[in-house]
């Protein structure tokens, strides 16, 4: 069987990164197209600009010609906030969005655009990796830069529903640069991981997501799934390596 074919956008950054490495590490099964904005980036990220394609995914062609024969998307992009002004010593920084980079271009219209663009190129699956958060609309990330970033990240989720294409939702918690696999990852759902009080765990490291990202490709349990992931305490528990049985635990729907 030919390997599946996936376009990963956002794979210069730092969670999509490690996404395409793995990917990469399993070549019998994947063949990788990696969306990037920068070639000089992709190498430096990626070590090597094989299979990647320069564009934008608010510009319908570009992400046209990067998903034609892909069978699977994983969308990794999102807007960023930046220092606006030069930074006052002992005051925290203020931060803005950049013109046509603000949430509502990249998270949702831009999102929209790769959704479109996947079902009319016939793909069969997408993994769409957003943040937890997104049920609190007073959410502290949405006051960054006046953006509502979780908010439009959550209308993304829905429109990415509503389209039909066969969808994997991974909201992850606070990211951490850390190595993976030495934790137990656990899944949730409408950010129960924020109950005030509660101890509950709500931060994961990077390369964990990632791995959620590739096995979500493989398991057909992770099929038409939407969930919160985090991961406990280094120790506290054995490290997840069952994620047949961590996707038995997810529901469908926002």
Same mark, same amino acid.
């Given at each position: ?9 956002? !794979? ?11 990917? &990469? ?35 319908? #062609? ?5 998903? %034609? /024969? ?30 046509? %980079?603000?949430?509502?271009d990249?998270d ?10 996947? %079902? ?17 609309? #007073? ?8 953006? #509502? ?31 993976? /696999? &030495? &934790?137990e ?6 950010? !129960?991981f924020f109950?005030p ?20 490709l &493989?398991?057909p349990?992770?099929? #038409? ?22 996707? %038995?635990?997810?529901?469908? /729907?926002?």
């Amino acid at each position: 069987m030919a390997p599946k074919k996936v376009l990963v956008t956002g !794979a210069t950054g730092q969670t999509g990164s490690i996404v395409v490495h793995k990917l &990469r590490d399993l070549k019998d099964e994947f063949d990788i197209v990696s969306f990037v904005r920068s070639e000089a980036k992709a190498k430096e990220k990626l070590g090597s600009i094989d299979g990647t394609v320069v564009g934008d995914i608010t510009d319908r #062609n570009s992400v046209d010609q990067a998903i %034609a /024969g892909c069978q699977a998307l994983v969308i990794l992009s999102s807007s960023a906030p930046v220092v606006k002004g030069t930074p006052q010593p002992g005051r925290r920084p203020e931060l803005e969005f950049l013109p046509g %980079a603000f949430p509502k271009d990249i998270d949702y219209n831009g999102q929209k655009n790769l959704i479109d663009a996947a %079902a009319a190129a016939g793909v069969e699956h997408i993994v769409q990796v957003g943040s937890m958060g997104g049920t609190d609309e #007073n959410h502290y990330l949405n006051s960054l830069g006046n953006g #509502n970033i979780l908010i439009w990240k959550r209308k993304a989720e829905q429109y990415l529903i509503n389209s039909g294409i066969t969808y994997t939702i991974i909201r992850a918690g606070g990211l951490m640069d850390e190595p993976g /696999g &030495r &934790r137990e990852i656990i899944v949730g759902k409408d950010d !129960a991981f924020f109950i005030p009080d509660s101890n509950m765990p709500h931060k994961l490291p990077r390369a964990d997501v990632a791995a959620v990202v590739v096995h979500a490709l &493989r398991e057909p349990l992770a099929r #038409n799934k939407a969930f919160d992931v985090v991961t406990r305490e280094e120790g506290e528990a054995a490290p997840t390596t069952d994620f047949a049985a961590l996707f %038995a635990q997810t529901k469908s /729907g926002l």
